[in-house]
């Protein structure tokens, strides 16, 4: 069996990071159990910013993809990195200026080909195996720590925002 990294490299964290930070709209993608951490991680960061979104069919997914273009990312979730769907963004998105960031466990899947960036986590288990708890924790725990970093980059629009919802949704409950 290879052996993977068992941690997440910082500097990796932080070019992710700059580029979500940097970017126009981000749309978090995923399939299967991985879908569930995309929709996720879109329900975390649209706390602090209205440019994150989530699609969960994978033919919006292409059809988005195709629309995207500079200062766009896909954020994209896949245990396996091997799933078509990916494949199949992966390719629309090599013929655009549109970033991929891919979270997934294996460095030299099929899907990390089209990835302009890496972020390597998870349980160690095959990727059939995939849908394990292990495996979606390895990747919420790769939320949370890019969402932690985020929101200390852009801490005063991040409140200002936190604070505008928790006020609205105040009013809503009165």
Request: glycine share 6%; hydrophobic share 40%; charged share 20%.
């Amino acid at each position: 069996m290879q052996n993977f990294p068992s941690e997440l490299e910082p500097e990796k964290i932080s070019e992710v990071v700059r580029v979500l930070a940097d970017s126009t709209r981000v749309f978090c993608f995923g399939q299967g159990n991985s879908s569930i951490v995309a929709e996720d991680t879109w329900g975390r960061f649209s706390t602090v910013s209205t440019k994150f979104h989530y699609i969960a069919n994978a033919n919006l997914q292409a059809t988005t993809a195709q629309l995207l273009g500079k200062g766009d990312v896909v954020l994209y979730f896949s245990f396996s990195g091997a799933v078509r769907e990916l494949r199949e963004v992966g390719e629309i998105l090599k013929n655009s200026e549109a970033k991929l960031i891919l979270v997934t466990r294996f460095p030299n899947s099929p899907g990390s080909q089209y990835a302009d960036l890496l972020l390597i986590c998870g349980a160690n288990e095959a990727p059939q195996q995939q849908g394990s708890i292990a495996a979606k924790i390895a990747q919420l725990v790769v939320v949370d720590i890019l969402f932690q970093e985020y929101f200390s980059r852009n801490q005063k629009i991040c409140e200002e925002n936190i604070q505008s919802i928790a006020s609205a949704l105040s009013d809503m409950h009165l």
